[in-house]
């Protein structure tokens, strides 16, 4: 190796619209069931990472913060998943941004193991397609899989615990798609149980949890008729449907537990008012208190503005579809 390696990638978080939640493989990130997304424009990271012989220790930087040597260790992790494709890697600096609105209270992995993968590829020279990069994204956070790609995207559960047999694939660019999605953040605070906890107490304790796999590839199947047909309604009901149905089997957990708050309740309500006056809008929610609304595009800008007389302008924030990944020059990583 050179004495420098620098590679530059800027890539955005997806939301799932069909949820991902349990590993049949911790070790490796398999998950149980496929999951389908939407990668939106407004939420990104934008990773450097510098390899180099001349350093003494590897470093991790995220918003200009040095951060601790555990954060560092998990990095580490992941970098070493590549050193089978080229051999020990030297020490590494990564500087990250996240460009997620910081009042946002929104999980930032899915764009950061994404990004990281990419930067990583970049540095290294390496040749490897979007899909076969998803595999390495994948073992850093699984929703990281699926922001590989632009648009819908699906991550296929593969098999058995066959690595790269489980991977995302592109399903429509949404680029024709009258879509958007309107977050209400109703608490920025850090969640107090992770989901990769979450989930797994939910897979090992709920009795319900075996009607998860069966849920989702029913519902797994509408969404992708959805997409195909361009039918705007069913995609949203059975999103929202999926969603309630995942935090469902945290409620039968053993001991229950819940993201929910009364907050989330009331902003749910909302986005069932405006059902009720005749909007297209649907309620999803992740591992936080925080509801995302699937609307029309051409409705955003007025349900945002109905939105306004409940909630202040930093709790509202509009996301569209976004791209996939992409390679950044230095000025743009230092034009942040
Ligand atoms: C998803 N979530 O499909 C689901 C829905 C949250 C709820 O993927 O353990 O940070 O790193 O694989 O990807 C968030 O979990 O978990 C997530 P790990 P991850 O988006």
Redesign the pocket.
Known sequence: MSQQQIGIARAHANI?LI???GKRNDEL?LPLTS?L?LTLDAFYTDTKITFSENFTESSFFLDGQKMPPQEVQKLQRFVNLFEPLVGQLPHFQVESYNHVPTAAGL?S??SAFSALACAIHDALNLDLDSQTLSTYARQG???ATRSLFGGFVEWEKGQDDDGPSSFARPIDDACHWDIAMLVVVVNEQEKHLS??EGMAHTRDTSPFYHLWPEEVAKDLAIIKEAIAEKDFQKLGEVAEHNAMK?HATMLSANPSFTYFEPATMNAMNAVRQLRDEGFLAYITM??GPNVKIICKNSQVETIHERLLQEYSPEQLIIARPGPAPRKLSEEEFHDQ
Do not use: C, N
């Open positions: 799932a949820k991902y939640w990130f999951s997304s999980a992995s899915s956070s699984g929703s989901s990769r995942m992740d591992a």
